[in-house]
C-alpha cells in the first residue's frame, strides 16, 4: 500500500501599500538597505505603532476573493521571540481575530476541480531583511514593518501538483487583485508546506519546509520530503516534528530546527493598538473596488473565441490583458486580436521596453487594423511593415499605408492573371489537389503572395484560387 500525503501552505504576502503597516516609511523594494527606516521600525523604546488603514482595506479585499467570513471586530496580538531580524523582540500580528476564516478556492488539476479550504487570513508585519556573507550577517531594516497577510490552508492537498496549482491560482487572485506584486523571487511572496505521509487515515506526523523559492520547487520539495519521511518509515524510525528548508543545489530537504510550538510565542493582546471595527460600508467599498480576475478574463476570452492557451498566455501579462479588455464591448475578431497582442506586438514591446499604454496604438487604430485584417484588406505581411508606425505615430492605418507606398492589390482581374499564371507553372500541384490533396492550396497561396510581393488581398486570393480549382 502506498503512502498518502497530505499537505497544507501557508502563504506570507507583502501588500502593495506605500507605506509600512505601523509607520510612514516608505514600503519599497530595491531601495539602499536601511534607509526605508524610522524609529517605530526599528523598535525604539517610547514609540508608539500607527496602524496603516489601507493595510486593513487590501487585507479585506483578500479576504473577500478568498471566500471568508470577516471578524468584523478585530485586534493585534503580540507573538514574542527573540531572532536578530525582530527589532522589537515581538512580532505584531493577529492570533486570536484573524481577518478572515473558513475561506475557500478551487484549484484546478488535469481538468478535475478541487476545493482547498482556507483556515485563516491574518495580518502582521514583516521583518527585517538577514544578510549572510561569509563570517559575518548583516541586517537590512528596509523589510521591518512591510504589511504581510499570512494565508493558512486546512491540509486538503493531497499532490505536488495540487499544491502548486493553489500557489498558481493565488498568485493569479491577488496579483489581478492589486494586492501584491507576487514577485516570489523578490521575496514578496514566500511559501512554507506542511507535509506528512501515511498508510491510513491517520495523519502522520508533519515537517515544515519554509520559505521556498518558486512555484516548481514547491512541487520538488513536496516529492524529496515524502521520499525522506517514506524512507524513515520503512526503516522503522519515527518522523520528527520539525522545520525544514530545500536545498535546491542539492535536490533535498535540509532539517533547520525542531519545530516551535504556538504557546512557545505567549501571544497576548497588543496593548498599543486599539480594537478595529470593520463596518458594513467598508465591506461593500472593498467588495466593489474588485477588479475583473483572471478566472472571469479567461471565461471572456475562451467564449470570444480565443484558445485556452492563448487566453493563459494574455492572463500571464496582466497589462496586455488590461488593454484587451478594452475591447470587450467591441465585435471585434478577438481571435486576430489575441494573436496580434501575443506575436509581433508583444516582440515590438519587449525589445523597445515600453507598455503597451505608453504607445501610440490606441484602441480605435487597433480596431481598425483589426477589422482590416479580418476582412483580408491588409495582410500579416503589410501588418508587420506598418507595424512601428502604428505604435510610434500618430497617423491613422489608411495614412500609414499611403505614406510607406504599400499597394493592396483587390482588383479580381489583376489577381486571376496572377493565380492563371501560378497554376500553369505548378501542373503537378494542380493534379495532387483534383486527386484530394487539399494541403497543396497553402503552398499555391504562398506562391501568389511570392508573385505579388505580399500585397494580395489573401482572402479574395483564397476566393479566386479555389473557383479556379474547381473549374
Request: a negative charge.
Amino acid at each position: 500500500m502506498e503512502y498518502k500525503k497530505t499537505i497544507g501552505i501557508e502563504i506570507h504576502c507583502e501588500l502593495k501599500t506605500n507605506t509600512k503597516i505601523y509607520s510612514d516609511s516608505i514600503n519599497g523594494y530595491g531601495t539602499t538597505a536601511n534607509s526605508n527606516v524610522n524609529v517605530v521600525d526599528l523598535g525604539y523604546p517610547g514609540t508608539l505603532p500607527t496602524l496603516n488603514e489601507n493595510v486593513i482595506r487590501t487585507a479585506l479585499k483578500a479576504a473577500l476573493i478568498l471566500n471568508c467570513d470577516i471578524n468584523k471586530i478585530m485586534h493585534f496580538d503580540r507573538k514574542n521571540y527573540f531572532y536578530p531580524d525582530l527589532p522589537k523582540g515581538y512580532q505584531i500580528t493577529q492570533a486570536e481575530t484573524p481577518i478572515g476564516v473558513n475561506g475557500y478556492v478551487m484549484i484546478e488539476v488535469d481538468g478535475t476541480p478541487k476545493k482547498v479550504r482556507i483556515h485563516d487570513i491574518h495580518i502582521e508585519e514583516d521583518t527585517c531583511k538577514s544578510i549572510h556573507y561569509k563570517h559575518h550577517s548583516f541586517l537590512d531594516f528596509n523589510r521591518a514593518g512591510v504589511p504581510l497577510i499570512e494565508i493558512v490552508t486546512e491540509a486538503d492537498m493531497n499532490t505536488p501538483e495540487e499544491a502548486m496549482a493553489y500557489v498558481e491560482k493565488l498568485r493569479e487572485l491577488f496579483l489581478y487583485a492589486d494586492i501584491s506584486d507576487c514577485k516570489i523571487e523578490e521575496g514578496s511572496m514566500r511559501c512554507d508546506v506542511n507535509i506528512s505521509i501515511s498508510k491510513t487515515d491517520e495523519l502522520g506526523t508533519r515537517a515544515e519546509i519554509k520559505n521556498i523559492g518558486s512555484i516548481s520547487n514547491v512541487g520538488r520539495a513536496i516529492v524529496k520530503e515524502a521520499e525522506r519521511q517514506e524512507e524513515l518509515l520503512e526503516n522503522g524510525e519515527e518522523v520528527c516534528f520539525a522545520t525544514y528548508r530545500y536545498d535546491e543545489k542539492n535536490d533535498k530537504t535540509i532539517m533547520m530546527r525542531v519545530k516551535e510550538a504556538g504557546n512557545d510565542y505567549r501571544y497576548f493582546p497588543e496593548p498599543d493598538i486599539p480594537f478595529v471595527e470593520i463596518t458594513d460600508e467598508m465591506i461593500k467599498e472593498v467588495k466593489d473596488s474588485i477588479p475583473m480576475l483572471a478566472g472571469e478574463r479567461r471565461k471572456e476570452y475562451e467564449k470570444r473565441g480565443i484558445t485556452t492557451l492563448n487566453a493563459n498566455k494574455i492572463i500571464q501579462n496582466r497589462i496586455i490583458s488590461n488593454y484587451l479588455n478594452l475591447f470587450l464591448d467591441t465585435d471585434i475578431n478577438f481571435v486576430i486580436a489575441s494573436n496580434l497582442l501575443l506575436g509581433d506586438i508583444s516582440a515590438y514591446l519587449n525589445k523597445s521596453e515600453k507598455s503597451i499604454f505608453d504607445t501610440n496604438l490606441y484602441k480605435d487604430k487597433f480596431i481598425d487594423v483589426v477589422n482590416k485584417l479580418d476582412k483580408g484588406s491588409i495582410n500579416s505581411k503589410v501588418f508587420k511593415d506598418i507595424l512601428v508606425d502604428l505604435m510610434e505615430t500618430d497617423d491613422s492605418v489608411d495614412e500609414i499605408i499611403a505614406n510607406k507606398g504599400i499597394k493592396i492589390i483587390s482588383d479580381p482581374n489583376e489577381l486571376i492573371n496572377v493565380i492563371k499564371t501560378v497554376l500553369d507553372n505548378n501542373a503537378s500541384s494542380v493534379s495532387d489537389y483534383k486527386g484530394g490533396n487539399e494541403r497543396v492550396i497553402k503552398y499555391l497561396m504562398g506562391q501568389i503572395m511570392k508573385e505579388t510581393k505580399g500585397s494580395a488581398n489573401p482572402e479574395l486570393v483564397n476566393k479566386l484560387l479555389l473557383e479556379e480549382l474547381n473549374k
